[in-house]
T-cell receptor, first 113, second 112 residues
Framework: GNSVTQMEGPVTLSEEAFLTINCTYT??????LFWYVQYPGEGLQLLLK?????DKGSNKGFEATYRKETTSFHLEKGSVQVSDSAVYFC????????????FGKGTLLTVNP | DAGITQSPRHKVTETGTPVTLRCHQT?????MYWYRQDPGHGLRLIHY???????DKGEVSDGYSVSRSKTEDFLLTLESATSSQTSVYFC???????????FGPGTRLTVT
């Protein structure tokens, strides 16, 4: 079956530091890959996505590249801000008759000023 | 933001009582989902719907039922609430089976 493994947190960084959150997956076929972000007390928001190999998703300074050869979709940001403090979830969707998103367990990021 | 509301936003109930959570959307999306979020587990799918009156089970469906009589509403019922069902419940919608899903604000349920 499908699965997503992301680095365990919590991750604590200083403002303007470089961020990487690792995500690897197991899936049949050609899944779509997503990063969601959850700010305290809120629901999940889509941060970025990629639908095929070598696609790069980007949004708000965050980037992730769909690497089929390493089955990875690592999230990166060059300079984090305090406002980026949140929980980040990697997810995949294999489509077809399997409608559901498969999520990683989430990584808590705290950015200190 | 996608037009998704959940009600109630918070609820405390006693073990053994039935509970119904409501998800309402204004986007006319075909697919709707119920997830629960628990520490250390991420989000897990409870049930989903691929059209009016068309529903199916997710990975943690025991003790839950759903109904969808209109495109815009998806109800989740805990038939007899247990303490293990204390959780935060999220509704999500999508326009197709490969599109991203949009999430509601969540319902925090406590079963005492």
């Amino acid at each position: 079956g499908n699965s997503v493994t992301q680095m365990e947190g919590p991750v604590t960084l200083s403002e303007e530091a470089f961020l990487t959150i690792n995500c690897t997956y197991t899936a049949t076929g050609y899944p779509s890959l997503f990063w969601y972000v959850q700010y305290p007390g809120e629901g999940l928001q889509l941060l970025l996505k990629a639908t095929k190999a070598d696609d790069k998703g980007s949004n708000k300074g965050f980037e992730a590249t769909y690497r089929k050869e390493t089955t990875s979709f690592h999230l990166e940001k060059g300079s984090v801000q305090v406002s980026d403090s949140a929980v980040y979830f990697c997810a995949l969707h294999s489509g077809g008759s399997n409608y559901k998103l498969t999520f990683g367990k989430g990584t808590l990021l705290t950015v200190n000023p | 933001d996608a037009g998704i509301t959940q009600s109630p936003r918070h609820k405390v109930t006693e073990t053994g009582t039935p509970v119904t959570l409501r998800c309402h959307q204004t986007e006319n999306h075909r697919y709707m989902y119920w997830y629960r979020q628990d520490p250390g587990h991420g989000l897990r799918l409870i049930h989903y719907s691929y059209g009016v009156k068309d529903t199916d089970k997710g990975e943690v469906s025991d003790g839950y039922s759903v109904s969808r009589s209109k495109t815009e509403d998806f109800l989740l019922t805990l038939e007899s609430a247990t303490s293990s069902q204390t959780s935060v419940y999220f509704c999500a919608i999508s326009d197709s089976d490969r599109d991203e899903q949009y999430f509601g604000p969540g319902t925090r349920l406590t079963v005492t």
